[in-house]
Structure formats: C-alpha cells, structure tokens
C-alpha cells in the first residue's frame, strides 16, 4: 500500500474534504524533510562554547550540498568544471590559497594572504571574506552561522582527489 493509499483511507475514515489530501501530502513532505535535517540537534550536543573543531566533528557534507547553493552562482566544485564568475573549487581544501584555477584572474589581495585553505583558514575567509583579504573581488558577505560553514567546509573536502572526487556524492552544484 502506498503513501497515498494510507492517505485516502484516512481522508474517508474520517470524512474529511477531499482537498484535505494534498494539504496531508504536504504537511508529510515537510515533516520528513525538516526531520531529515538535525542541525538543531548536533547544535545541541555541541555546548556552550564549541570550538571550529567541534564543529567539524559533526559536520554534515550532505547538508553543506544543499549550502553550497549560495556559492554555486559564481563557483562549480567538481572535477574539471571550470570558473564561473568565481574560480573553480574542486579539490580546494589542503591546497595553496588562489591556485586552484590556472585561468581565474585572482586579485593581489587574495593571493598576498598566502599559504593553503586548511579547514580553519576557510572557515575564516566564509564567515567574512572581506575581512579575510580586504579588497577580494568574492563580493560575498559571507556565512554568518559557525555550523553551516563547517557544513560547507566537510562538503568541499569531499570534493577531492583523496575522497574520491566526482563519487564522493551525487547532488553537487
Ligand atoms: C558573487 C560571487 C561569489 C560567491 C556568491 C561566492 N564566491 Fe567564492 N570567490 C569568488 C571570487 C570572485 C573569488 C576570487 C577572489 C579573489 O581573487 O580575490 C572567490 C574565491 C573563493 C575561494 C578561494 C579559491 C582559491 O582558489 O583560492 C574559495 C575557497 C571560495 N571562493 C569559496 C566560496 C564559497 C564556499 C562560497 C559560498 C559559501 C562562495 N565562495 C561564494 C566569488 C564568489
């Protein structure tokens, strides 16, 4: 029996509206998808001060997916999928600051900051780019909420050489 038998049955057991079943389906659709997120929970299990590790002890790939819409209008992550109005970000974690894109015209402030995108430097740069490398062309104002850029971060790392690459998941921008 499908969901949508169950569902008339219930609608003539109980002599509701037959309009009554598509606001049920809906009501179920969001009750399962607000279920399927547990970013309330794992804000919970974390205390009151919870560090960038602590963080990323229980960061979610699958969600920082659904995040990463936000940068997918200037950024692709996957292998070999090139710039847009920002440079291409596949494999980017571990690896030196404004190199990821051999044509991307990075601007001076971005590569003078120098060094590699550890998990904590992006960390810095998504919560505010600005602030990072003052004068990036990334006209970002950035991810406010420590969780949903540690999210972000997990999901990035999954778009590497090490974790498989284009297989390591399926919904990508
Ligand atoms: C409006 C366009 C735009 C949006 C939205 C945007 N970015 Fe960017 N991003 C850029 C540009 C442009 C640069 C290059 C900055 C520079 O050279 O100063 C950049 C650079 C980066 C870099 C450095 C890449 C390297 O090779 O060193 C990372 C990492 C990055 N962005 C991640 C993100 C993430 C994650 C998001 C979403 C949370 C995001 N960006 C949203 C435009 C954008």
Redesign the pocket.
């Known amino acids: 029996m499908t969901l949508v038998h169950v569902i008339e049955r219930v609608t003539r057991a109980f002599r509701l509206p037959p309009l009554s079943q598509p606001v049920m389906l809906l009501a179920l659709a969001f009750l399962v998808t607000a279920c399927s997120d547990d970013s309330q929970e794992r804000r919970r299990s974390l205390g009151d001060a919870p560090s960038f590790g602590d963080f990323m002890r229980v960061a979610d790939a699958g969600r920082g997916a659904r995040?990463?819409g936000?940068?997918?209008?200037?950024?692709t992550?996957r292998m070999g999928a090139g710039d847009?109005?920002?440079?291409?970000?596949y494999d980017?974690?571990g690896?030196?600051?404004?190199?990821?894109?051999r044509r991307?015209?990075?601007?001076?402030?971005?590569?003078s900051a120098g060094g590699v995108?550890t998990p904590e430097r992006?960390n810095a740069?998504?919560a505010a780019?600005a602030k990072f490398?003052p004068?990036?062309?990334?006209?970002?104002r950035?991810?406010p909420d420590p969780l949903?850029?540690a999210d972000?971060?997990a999901y990035?790392q999954a778009q590497s050489v090490e974790a498989g690459g284009a297989e390591a998941l399926s919904s990508r921008p």
């Open positions: 995040l990463f936000q940068c997918a209008a200037c950024h992550v847009r109005n920002g440079p291409g970000l980017v974690v690896k030196p600051v404004a190199s990821r894109s991307f015209g990075y601007t001076g402030a971005l590569r995108w992006l740069w998504l780019p490398a004068g990036t062309s990334m006209s970002f950035g991810v949903d850029r972000i971060v990035m």
